[in-house]
């Protein structure tokens, strides 16, 4: 157990709707990133936040967008769903600080857009 | 910009055989290194990292070592077990100057499978 959670676990949609994915980061950790993994695309980097602030972007579509609270859990807010935007979807964490570049993955949420 | 490339397998070898699974990257700088691995169902676990050039990374009889000159980290373990059947990461980021670090750039992806 990474100490990382998400919900839900499994998320099934139709084309066009709106979804919304939640992560909560191990105890401590300041920083939050988002991945997909996709059968085509394999395993990309989507967004990155620290401490409420956007710190980095990976290849997140237009469509996406992400926030991280005050009490440091972190959405992924998913729009005008296609297809192509089945895959799964990880949360990460990490601390701050020299040395602290590991990162822990959380279980995952696998959504389906039919 | 960055990238990983890995063997993607599937590989396939008999227990107690001898792995080895090449991961070779390109990015500017000092780039950490990680091997992380997925079994089925689960989310990616870290299996071994390494932070600089000729560090070795080590964890559970895996090891893997940071060649800067050939840009390499490579996965090798001495005698594999059915209970090593899983998809192996090779991935890299880069340290930001005051602290923490960028999102993790992953190769595909090598799918093993360790007969009895």
């Known amino acids: 157990d990474s100490g990382v959670t998400q919900t839900p676990k499994h998320l099934i949609t139709a084309t066009g709707q709106r979804v919304t994915l939640r992560c909560s980061p191990r105890s401590g950790d300041l920083s939050v990133y988002w991945y997909q993994q996709s059968l085509d695309q394999g395993l990309q980097f989507l967004i990155q936040y620290y401490n409420g602030e956007e710190r980095a972007k990976g290849n997140i579509l237009e469509r996406f967008s992400a926030q991280q609270f005050p009490d440091l859990h972190s959405e992924l807010n998913l729009s005008s769903l296609e297809l192509g935007d089945s895959a799964l979807y990880f949360c990460?964490?990490?601390?701050?600080?020299?040395?602290?570049?590991?990162?822990?993955f959380g279980p995952g949420t696998r959504l389906t857009v039919l | 910009g960055n990238s990983v490339t890995q063997m993607e397998g599937p590989v396939t070898l008999s227990e107690e055989a001898f792995l080895t699974i090449n991961c070779t990257y390109t990015?500017?700088?000092?780039?950490?290194l990680f091997w992380y691995v997925q079994y089925p169902g689960e989310g990616l676990q870290l299996l071994l990292k390494?932070?600089?050039?000729?560090d070795k990374g080590s964890n559970k009889g895996f090891e893997a070592t940071y060649r800067k000159e050939t840009t390499s980290f490579h996965l090798e373990k001495g005698s594999v077990q059915v209970s090593d059947s899983a998809v192996y990461f090779c991935a890299l980021s880069k340290m930001y100057s005051g602290g923490g670090a960028d999102g993790l750039t992953f190769g595909k992806g090598t799918h093993l499978i360790i007969q009895p």
């Open positions: 990460a964490s990490s601390g701050v600080g020299y040395g602290t570049d590991t990162q822990y």
């Open positions: 990015a500017t700088g000092y780039p950490s």
């Open positions: 390494a932070t600089k050039a000729d």
